[in-house]
């Protein structure tokens, strides 16, 4: 038996009236759910299970995936379903969290990290492109990937006026140290955006969503978070390029 708070992240039908559903665990990573008879489950059990709900599970294992007995919603994301751009957003993250939150690389902080980017997202009180930025990088940093951002990777410098930011090797070299042209995976920043990625990186988590940041240090910023992302998962997301044609259309 398995008693664990989740998110679920991606529901599926199958069979007359049963259903998947892949729910990302504090401890666990991401576990597959089978709820039998998803469709006739009324009340809180029914609620529970729904797309973006985070619930108290009681399962059972089984095999590599678990049978599900009861839940309690402890928040269902209604507010998302307002929004369809917030939603966009929301599967953009449960796309990339699937795709990369084995048991092995889960720790608790990156459901809680899902759980505040919805959060904000749902009473949209902070800028989707900042949300996306800070899911991208500090999702990254959590897994694994985290850049080497203290300082200019030639010479140390801490606060050059411009920087240059190398994606595959995740560091910077400041404009002095750059040696010839930059190649196509290196993006050139300001310091703001610097400053940027260094809070986002090394914060403490209670602090990471208060920053501001001008629109030109966002648009920047969202470059770089998510390419940062792509090339180190090294594929792309049909749910990014879905959220990408929404936000292009304004
Ligand atoms: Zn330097």
């Known amino acids: 038996m398995l008693i664990t708070e989740g998110i679920v992240i991606r529901e599926r039908a199958y069979g007359e ?3 998947f ?16 008879r998803a469709r006739k489950i009324n009340g809180n059990s029914g609620s529970s299970t729904q797309l973006f709900a985070y619930s108290k599970f009681c399962c059972t294992e089984k095999g590599s995936s ?18 369809y751009e917030a939603l ?23 459901m809680r990290l899902l759980l505040n980017c919805l959060s904000f997202l749902e009473e949209d009180k902070r800028p989707k492109a900042m949300l ?22 030639c010479c140390g410098s801490y606060e050059p006026e411009e920087a240059y930011f ?19 995976d290196t993006i050139k920043i300001s310091k703001y955006v610097l400053e940027a990625v260094r809070h986002i990186v090394l914060t403490d988590f209670n602090r990471l969503f208060n920053f501001r940041v001008s629109d030109k240090t966002q648009d920047v910023l969202s470059v770089l978070t998510e390419k940062y992302l792509l090339i180190h998962l090294d594929r792309e997301f049909h749910t990014l390029n879905y959220y990408r044609s929404l936000t292009n259309i304004k």
């Open 17 to 19: 009236s049963d259903k």
């Open 21 to 36: 559903a892949d729910v990302l665990t504090k401890e666990d990573g991401v576990i597959e759910m089978s709820v039998k």
């Open 66 to 83: 678990y049978i599900f007995n009861s839940a309690e919603p402890i928040h269902i994301f209604y507010g998302l379903r307002k929004d």
């Open 88 to 110: 966009a957003l929301a599967c953009y993250f449960a796309d990339v969290i699937r795709s990369c939150i084995t048991p092995a690389k889960c720790r608790p902080d990156i």
């Open 132 to 153: 996306k930025s800070i899911f991208e990088m500090r999702l990254m940093s959590d897994i694994g990937f985290m850049p080497d951002i203290v300082g200019c990777s």
């Open 166 to 184: 190398d994606m595959n090797g995740g560091r910077f070299v400041c404009g002095d140290c750059l040696a010839g042209e930059p190649d196509r």
